[in-house]
């Protein structure tokens, strides 16, 4: 199986000291003389379970970042309340078109598709549709590596080193443990400290906390290209995404929708409101934050579950 190369012997350095920093053991690693040589899988390092990623060991079946395994798309759809009611999706003709076109891209050795091909559903999996409280609804993975930043005496003083790993795993606006949060997801936890009693701003931003709870962290396009922001929009991935949410709004009840930014409003058409409620709102982005702000909608959110009768959503991240 091929792997990527090797970092360099100060990123692997960086490497282990956040592997001790995860473990809870003494940080006195020598960070003047290199670790011994050992290949370094990006797609070892995280996992469906984003809380322990530096600790968990290397997953021998997962393919390379961005790189195809052998393994079908649907094979990759865990959940069978999931998998019953978006089968009939894998036979049609635009999905075996998608499929055809991943393959395609996968096979280029220069090509990078973000997520890794085994976190493609991740959203699905980690979220089960009799689980599905809130749906967040996200336009495209990130496409960009974020930074890893370490912190270390060892290290002149006020200097750090910043290497990449993958922002993208399968849930809109998310990041792995450890990885730093983008600017729309830190406006998210200024808007959750405002709203929610309690919140605490958390020092990273994965979001399969939240995930567990029943929200549904989901992207209209499931995947993309390294660098190309919307690369994937126009292969397929939205006529997926849109049967998923129809899915949603028609075999449930009670949900509440978070649509945030002009994009995402158009999708309030799939959505019964009737049955469910629809909480619009400006995108968290830089760009909007003004109109985002305030917006309360995590409160609101909560306020709709309690009149259908259900638990709210314990919205922290620990």
């Known amino acids: 199986m091929p792997s990527i190369r090797l970092f360099s012997n100060f990123q692997q350095q960086c490497y282990f000291f956040l592997l001790a920093k995860e473990k809870n053991t003494p940080s006195k690693i020598n960070m003047l003389s290199p670790p011994p040589q050992k290949q370094l899988r990006l797609d070892s ?3 469906n379970k984003c809380e322990k990623t530096a600790t968990t060991p290397e997953r021998k079946s997962s393919p390379p970042v961005g790189k195809a395994s052998d393994s079908r798309l649907e094979d990759l759809l865990l959940d069978p309340c999931w998998k019953r009611r ?17 393959n395609e891209i996968w096979q280029k050795p220069q090509s990078v598709v973000f997520p890794p091909k085994h976190l493609i559903f991740n959203a699905f999996n980690l979220t089960p549709l009799k689980s599905v409280k809130a749906v967040i609804l996200g336009q495209d993975p990130y496409h960009n590596y974020g ?19 993958l922002q993208a795993h399968g849930l809109s606006f998310s990041v792995p443990r450890g990885v730093t ?12 400290a405002d709203d929610i009693p309690g919140f605490r701003i958390p020092s990273h931003g994965c979001l399969t906390a939240w995930a567990k709870r029943g929200v549904l962290l989901l992207n209209a396009s499931l995947t993309v ?34 649509l945030w930014g002009a994009f995402a ?16 709102t400006a995108h968290p982005s830089p760009l909007s934050q003004g109109r985002f702000f305030g917006c309360r909608c995590f409160s609101k959110t909560n306020e709709a579950l309690k009149e259908y009768g259900k638990d709210a959503i314990d919205w922290t991240i620990d």
Do not use: M
């Not at 930074?147 to 790993?165: D, R």
């Not at 729309?184 to 200024?190: A, D, G, Q």
């Not at 409003?265 to 619009?280: A, C, G, P, Q």
């Open 265 to 280: 409003h158009k999708k309030e058409r799939l959505v019964d409101s009737k049955k469910h409620t629809i909480i619009k």
């Open 147 to 165: 930074q890893v930043c370490v912190w270390n005496s060892y290290l002149p003083k006020n200097a750090h080193a910043c290497f990449g790993f």
């Open 86 to 102: 978006l089968g009939s999706e894998f036979s049609k003709a635009y999905f075996k078109d998608l499929e055809n076109r991943l």
């Open 225 to 258: 290209e390294c660098h190309k922001a919307n690369s994937h929009s126009a292969f397929g991935w939205q006529d997926f995404t849109d049967f998923a949410i129809k899915t949603v709004s028609d075999h449930c009840f009670g949900v509440v929708f978070l």
């Open 181 to 192: 949060p983008p600017p729309s997801l830190k406006n998210i936890f200024k808007e959750l």
């Open 45 to 47: 390092f995280f996992s």
